[in-house]
């Protein structure tokens, strides 16, 4: 009977692949190519059945006739750039009609045999061989889980926010000599970063709700969205799910760090967030789409942070706390400036009136280079008022990357894929001129 199933396979040149994310499941139908009871099949690696099978390699093959319907329960694995053979990945993707899209280039996938079943000939045949060990399944859910929120919450852009809340606790060393709760400092930051959080997830879902994230075909590492929901990874309310719990983290923690200073300054500061960060994109107000969400990503993540958490060491108002805020808001609100040429396109179909669109890409270059060359300018100004240590103009030497950004993005504005470093060097600035100048209030006489 097993080589009956075998033969039944021969006769098929393409097979409807099941995925499933979260219980997000996904139909493809692929070519294939078959050795014995393994198979080989392609995709590009934002495809939505190579991007589940990333997070959850059980698969099911379908082969179906007139009469026969053969299941086939199987292990996918990527294979590695060391292991492909290339004449397999060549005839599949010819077969397919698969080639790279900016980023996204085809993978080969192989697939072993867990289980074969045919119903009506009342046959299951398994292959224990194959069959995981369960310790590993274990562990590989466990990593599999924290790999997939990773990329929902987009962690790594999260160390940005981080930022605001360090220079603001700075800041407040630099004036008084010590830190008035270590606590306090700890709950911020985690604060912060599921505020962060919050807002990247409430973006997902909105611009899936808009069809934008649906349109924009220009994706970059940095640009985009999570696609989590595009992928099929999870659904659009788990998504909206993670967003609320990580919004009522973040307020319960900042309820409580309000009840531990004077005055409500903190409750403020925490409703102002919210409120710009929940209607960024959200409707009814979607500030973005009125060309006032770099504003609202300035205030959130500039006074609103680097102040908020002065203040929870200083427990007093300060200007220099505010014109200190202006620089991590400046830098900020630049990552997410130059991130809008990317989507430019994508933006300007659904009428989301981010400046890059207002302005036109050409247009919108300078304003990059303006105020990046602002926050600079202010670093020195702030130094030679005595607002900041002179130590602090240590944070100069990171201007290599702004020039790269700049260069790059007045030579490629119209190239999305060319625009990318200029991306990942604005990210890098703001991380590089934010540990330094946090490090120079520090350890400042």
């Not at 995925?19 to 050795?35: G, H, K, R």
């Not at 046959?123 to 995981?132: D, S």
């Not at 604060?191 to 808009?210: K, P, V, Y």
């Not at 602002?374 to 002179?390: D, G, K, Q």
């Amino acid at each position: 009977m097993l080589d009956q199933a075998k033969a039944f396979l021969g006769n098929f040149k393409t097979l409807d692949l099941v995925t499933c994310s979260y219980s997000v499941s996904n139909i493809a139908q692929v070519s294939f190519i078959q050795e014995d009871f393994d198979f080989y099949i392609t995709g590009l690696t934002n495809q939505i059945h190579i991007e589940q099978i990333k997070f959850n390699p059980k698969v099911i093959l379908q082969f179906k006739d007139k009469e026969i319907n053969l299941t086939y329960q199987g292990i996918a694995k990527i294979v590695e750039a060391t292991e492909v053979d290339e004449e397999l990945l060549k005839k599949l993707t010819k077969a397919d009609s698969i080639i790279q899209e900016g980023i996204f280039t085809p993978v080969l996938v192989k697939v072993i045999p867990l289980k074969i079943e045919v119903k009506k000939w009342d046959f299951v045949y398994g292959f224990p061989q194959n069959k995981p060990n369960i310790v590993k399944e274990v562990f590989r859910s466990i990593e599999t889980t924290i790999k997939i929120w990773f990329r929902a919450t987009r962690l790594s852009f999260v160390a940005v926010s981080i930022m605001g809340v360090f220079i603001g606790t700075a800041f407040s060393f630099f004036e008084t000599g010590s830190l008035n709760s270590w606590l306090n400092f700890l709950l911020a930051v985690i604060g912060i970063a599921f505020f962060h959080i919050a807002i990247d997830l409430l973006n997902d879902f909105s611009d899936h709700r808009s069809g934008l994230d649906e349109t924009n075909v220009q994706l970059t590492p940095f640009s985009g969205g999570s696609r989590m929901i595009q992928s099929k990874l999870f659904s659009p309310a788990k998504v909206l799910m993670g967003a609320i719990f990580s919004l009522t983290v973040c307020l319960a923690i900042g309820l409580y760090l309000n009840f531990t200073v004077n005055g409500n300054i903190i409750l403020y500061l925490g409703l102002g967030g919210a409120f710009l960060g929940i209607f960024y994109v959200g409707a009814p107000v979607k500030l973005v789409y009125y060309g006032l969400g770099e504003l609202a990503i300035f205030l959130s993540f500039g006074p609103g942070i680097v102040f908020g958490s002065y203040y929870l060491q200083n427990e007093v108002f300060s200007w220099n706390a505010i014109l200190i805020s202006i620089l991590i808001g400046l830098l900020i609100s630049l990552i997410l400036y130059i991130n809008q040429f990317p989507d430019y396109e994508a933006d300007k179909a659904k009428n989301k009136l981010n400046w890059v669109v207002l302005l036109g890409k050409k247009n919108a270059r300078h304003v990059y280079a303006f105020f990046m060359v602002i926050t600079y300018t202010l670093l020195i100004v702030f130094s030679i008022l005595n607002i900041l240590p002179l130590l602090s103009l240590i944070v100069l030497v990171s201007l290599p990357l702004p020039i790269k950004a700049i260069i790059t993005t007045y030579k490629h504005y119209d190239n999305y894929l060319a625009m990318i470093p200029a991306s990942a060097m604005t990210i890098l600035t703001c991380l590089a001129f934010s540990i330094l100048l946090g490090v120079s209030l520090f350890v400042a006489p």
